[in-house]
């Protein structure tokens, strides 16, 4: 009873002590991480945030137990996190085994001076719920000291110290379910069950120590009482303990942690017995680490390639042309009316519309003559035009002048819609043109990665890829790929055991009988139906796992923050060799999509409807969030027909994913890698994943992807 008292004792003041903060402010004091992956103490959560889009990558380490975690700071007041964890298999108290959870963590008060900041969470409550729990949390700093109280149920109160009141107010919170289940599902037992437990933590910021190497600052000393009195799940939970198998030897947790700028390393004790190890990377993705692209050359004089008498415009066009090769784009064609310069130009290395004009004018102002005052900019990519963007030149000279201002060209700037009309009187270059061959190449490594195998937290292979693509004129094109699998343990996968076709969940069959693999063989033509209207047609080996025919209409408008888009497939599944031959297995597929820039923190969301490759109907929702950086964070999930049973493990398709610009690493390019991230990979809800989808095609020449690179006038 008299340990009772005192928590209850110390829960209060913390929560409600009408102290001043003193010199050092909450927010001066950078939040640090706990060992389930969001930020915390030690196994216990404060109400603490991270800056926001932060992103964290990291491990912790104890015996018996390796928790590794991708956390995302998504909202300024919202946390997430994936966690995927090893732990001792509870059933038979020996081995590993694997548990992917999802967490949440939602601030409902910011501290003040006088008040604590307060958050709600959920934890596991997307999983197995063998960790599932909820709490609520206040912390409230004085000078260097950070104290943390709460309350928690589920996984994170089985100390069990107090009764639940909410069990009191309502029978429907009495009980608690303690169904594992087979992953993947929604928990919804939320603050349930008859007990909690209360935790309080403290945080001490260590004043910086003098060494003869200097002073090491950032250190950490932490203290907490868990609400969590498991060691392990060799108890039973989520049943009812049996003995006291499995529980905690002290429910006292300490360590010790250090935390600069981008990472956060620490020892723990924990559990009485277990000594802890953890240690995470983490960096903002609006101001990424980066390498500084090659420096531009000089911006040269207005019209210096020209000779002192008047310039034609065959010779005009022909300088400009020679320009814009040597700059790394395709030209296309040149007019000239007045004043104005019209020039359509394909590829290149720029990234957004800004770049691009920045780019070009590198390029062409030693052609153009000096009276030339504005250009009409054409960008064409795969076939199609995706921009027009007329910008006036002196602005862009601005622009890139050491006082420049990239804001003025913006404002000076105007997206037209693209409609690949060129008038009459255009002048086309000698060699390639909308209507000549030109070959595109790349060679590039590989990575293919899978979660999910009860047998190996983490399967991957690791290859060298190569691609061409032929442009035949007039949006016309012939693509193909190959891969040689080098290195991975990506085909010693378990077979599937899907009770629906199995269009994804082969991936090992693949893996090993496709080492050497044609990775797409197509022929495809992307073009402009209509000013801000964009069609696709392919026909052959559209990705690794099927091959058939897949059309594709977008309606995009350059100047709003709404798409809609229509895919419709007809498609075989392809042979395991990956080389030319299919199996039996044929379907129908196609959405219809709704692509949308919301109104706050950069985000957006994707609406899609239709029928699946299992031959599944149903419905995927996306929301990912932008950074001026280019990076894009985002995740997503799909619900269908089929019942969670059916579907499997995982219940229902799901996933985070993450698109890094490659300019990023010091090299002006438009490519993009990502990484997709599903707690296991299953059969329901899959698209068809076609090389070329209109939307990332052309979501480039939008006013949006204009506005958050102001930056790149000026490159």
């Known amino acids: 009873m008299t340990h009772r008292l005192c928590l209850a004792g110390l829960l209060l003041a913390a929560a409600a002590a009408p102290a001043r903060v003193g010199p050092v402010r909450a927010e001066e004091v950078p939040p640090s991480g706990g060992d389930w992956g969001g930020v915390g103490l030690i196994e216990t959560r404060n109400a603490r945030m991270r800056d926001d889009g932060t992103v964290e990558l990291g491990g912790a380490l104890r015996h018996q137990r390796r928790f590794w975690f991708v956390n995302f700071q998504a909202l300024p007041f919202l946390e997430t996190t994936f966690r995927v964890s090893e732990r001792l298999n509870a059933t038979t108290g020996q081995g590993m085994t694997t548990d992917r959870s999802f967490d949440l963590k939602l601030r409902l008060v910011e501290e003040s001076e006088w008040l604590p900041a307060v958050a709600v969470g959920l934890q596991d409550f997307i999983g197995t719920g063998l960790y599932a729990g909820e709490y609520l949390v206040a912390s409230k700093r004085w000078h260097g000291l950070d104290l943390t109280a709460g309350l928690g149920w589920g996984r994170l109160g089985t100390g069990g110290e107090w009764n639940s009141p909410l069990a009191s107010l309502s029978g429907h919170f009495r009980d608690r379910p303690r169904d594992v289940g087979r992953g993947g599902t929604v928990q919804r037992n939320w603050f349930r069950g008859e007990e909690m437990a209360p935790f309080l933590g403290l945080e001490w910021s260590v004043p910086p120590l003098p060494t003869p190497w200097g002073p090491v600052a950032g250190l950490r000393a932490k203290a907490e009482w868990n609400g969590d009195a498991l060691r392990d799940e060799r108890g039973g939970w989520p049943a009812r303990r049996v003995d006291s198998r499995g529980e905690a030897a002290s429910r006292v947790n300490l360590g010790l942690q250090w935390s600069n700028g981008w990472m956060d390393a620490g020892l723990h004790w924990v559990h009485g017995t277990d000594l802890l190890f953890r240690l995470s990377l983490r960096m903002n993705p609006a101001d990424p680490p980066r390498l500084p692209p090659p420096p531009m050359p000089p911006l040269p004089a207005r019209g210096a390639a020209l000779g002192a008498a008047p310039a034609g415009e065959a010779e005009v066009a022909a300088a400009v042309f020679a320009g814009l090769d040597q700059a790394g784009f395709r030209p296309l064609a040149f007019r000239r009316e007045g004043m104005l310069a019209e020039i359509a130009l394909e590829g290149g290395d720029a990234r957004t519309p800004a770049q691009m004009a920045a780019l070009a004018l590198g390029a ?339 006013a949006d992807a204009l506005r958050r690179d102001i930056g790149g006038f000026r490159p």
Do not use: C
């Open 364 to 702: 062409v102002q030693a052609a153009l003559p000096p009276e030339v005052a504005l250009l009409r900019l054409r960008w064409w990519q795969m076939g199609v035009e995706i921009a027009v963007l007329e910008v006036p030149r002196a602005a862009l000279e601005a622009a890139r002048g050491p006082a420049g201002s990239p804001e003025e060209a913006w404002l000076a700037s105007r997206l037209l819609p693209p409609d690949a009309a060129l008038p009459p009187g255009t002048l086309h270059p000698a060699g390639p043109s909308l209507a000549s061959p030109a070959l595109d190449w790349t060679v590039a490594p590989t990575l293919a990665l899978q979660l999910g195998d009860p047998s190996r937290t983490l399967r991957w292979q690791a290859g060298i890829g190569a691609g061409a693509r032929l442009s035949l004129g007039a949006g016309f094109a012939l693509a193909g790929g190959v891969q040689q699998a080098l290195l991975g343990n990506l085909s010693g996968g378990l077979p599937s055991d899907s009770r629906l076709p199995h269009v994804r969940s082969d991936y090992a069959h693949y893996a090993r009988e496709g080492q050497t693999a044609i990775t797409a063989l197509y022929g495809e033509r992307i073009w402009n139906l209509a000013p801000d209207v964009f069609a696709r047609a392919s026909a052959g080996y559209l990705e690794p796992m099927f091959g058939g025919l897949s059309g594709e209409v977008l309606w995009r408008p350059q100047e709003h923050g709404l798409a809609l888009g229509l895919d419709l497939n007809w498609v075989a599944q392809r042979a395991y060799d990956q080389k030319l031959g299919f199996l039996g297995y044929s379907v129908a597929t196609g959405h219809a999509s709704l692509y949308a820039d919301l109104p706050w923190w950069n985000l957006y969301g994707v609406l899609r409807a239709g029928r699946y490759l299992a031959g599944d109907w149903g419905g995927t929702v996306e929301v990912g969030r932008r950074f001026d950086s280019g990076i894009e964070i985002g995740g997503f999930f799909t619900l269908t027909n089929v019942s969670a049973a059916r579907f499997g493990e995982g219940s229902f398709d799901k996933g985070l994913y993450i698109r890094v610009p490659l300019e990023l690493f010091g090299r002006r390019s438009r490519a993009v890698g990502g990484a997709v991230i599903r707690p296991v990979q299953r059969d329901g809800g899959q698209r068809l994943a076609v090389d070329n989808p209109l939307w990332e095609v052309t979501r480039a020449g939008r």
